[in-house]
T-cell receptor, first 111, second 111 residues
Framework: SQTIHQWPATLVQPVGSPLSLECTVE??????LYWYRQAAGRGLQLLFY??????ISSEVPQNLSASRPQDRQFILSSKKLLLSDSGFYLC??????????FGNGTRLTVT | TQLLEQSPQFLSIQEGENLTVYCNSS?????LQWYRQEPGEGPVLLVT?????EVKKLKRLTFQFGDARKDSSLHITAAQPGDTGLYLC???????????FGKGTKLSVKP
């Protein structure tokens, strides 16, 4: 069966520090991979998606970047965090443009 | 502008009551999905509807896709505390589009 792992679960980082969140999927090949951010009262905002290794599409200009070094690995990064980067970050996957399978998220607090 | 409007935003009811939450848009969607999200976790898919007028039942939950495929509703019969959570609708426009999420309805069922 397919599983998705996302870590860390919680993270507290100072403003200006770097960020690296990792997501891996098991049990499927060539999945579409997604990073979402969920802020209170604002629903799920799509940040990046990838349909294959090295292919990244950005939905909103921002302080973050994403990379897909392997088929089932998706990384969200920042060189210098801002206070506004705080939120709940969710990784997800699907095959074809159908239902998304989400990880359990990372709660990021930038202080 | 929010493409998918969910209402109500918050709903607090007693165990045993019935409720309906709505997901509305002025745009046509090729498919629509409902997810439930519990605090600190990622959303979990409940159902996908693809045909205008389609009705799907999942135990005490009834999902309906509008005839024009612009709206959907979720009806819960005899709500239980375990139904508590954030209910998100998400739609796809065309076969290649990414999912567009509403902001969700936060449901609290008190025992």
């Amino acid at each position: 069966s397919q599983t998705i792992h996302q870590w860390p679960a919680t993270l507290v980082q100072p403003v200006g520090s770097p960020l690296s969140l990792e997501c891996t999927v098991e049990g499927t090949s060539n999945p579409n991979l997604y990073w979402y951010r969920q802020a209170a009262g604002r629903g799920l905002q799509l940040l990046f998606y990838s349909v294959g290794i090295g292919q990244i599409s950005s939905e909103v200009p921002q302080n973050l970047s994403a990379s897909r070094p392997q088929d089932r690995q998706f990384i969200l990064s920042s060189k210098k965090l801002l206070l506004s980067d705080s939120g709940f970050y969710l990784c997800a996957w699907n095959v074809g443009r159908v239902a998304l399978h989400f990880g359990n998220g990372t709660r990021l607090t930038v202080t | 502008t929010q493409l998918l409007e969910q209402s109500p935003q918050f709903l607090s009811i007693q165990e045993g009551e019935n409720l309906t939450v709505y997901c509305n848009s002025s745009s046509v969607f090729s498919s629509l999905q409902w997810y439930r999200q519990e605090p600190g976790e990622g959303p979990v898919l409940l159902v996908t509807v693809v045909t205008g007028g389609e009705v799907k039942k999942l135990k005490r939950l009834t999902f309906q896709f509008g005839d024009a495929r612009k709206d959907s509703s979720l009806h819960i019969t005899a709500a239980q505390p375990g139904d508590t959570g954030l209910y998100l609708c998400a739609g796809t426009r065309g076969s290649q589009g990414n999912l567009i999420f509403g902001k969700g309805t936060k449901l609290s069922v008190k025992p």
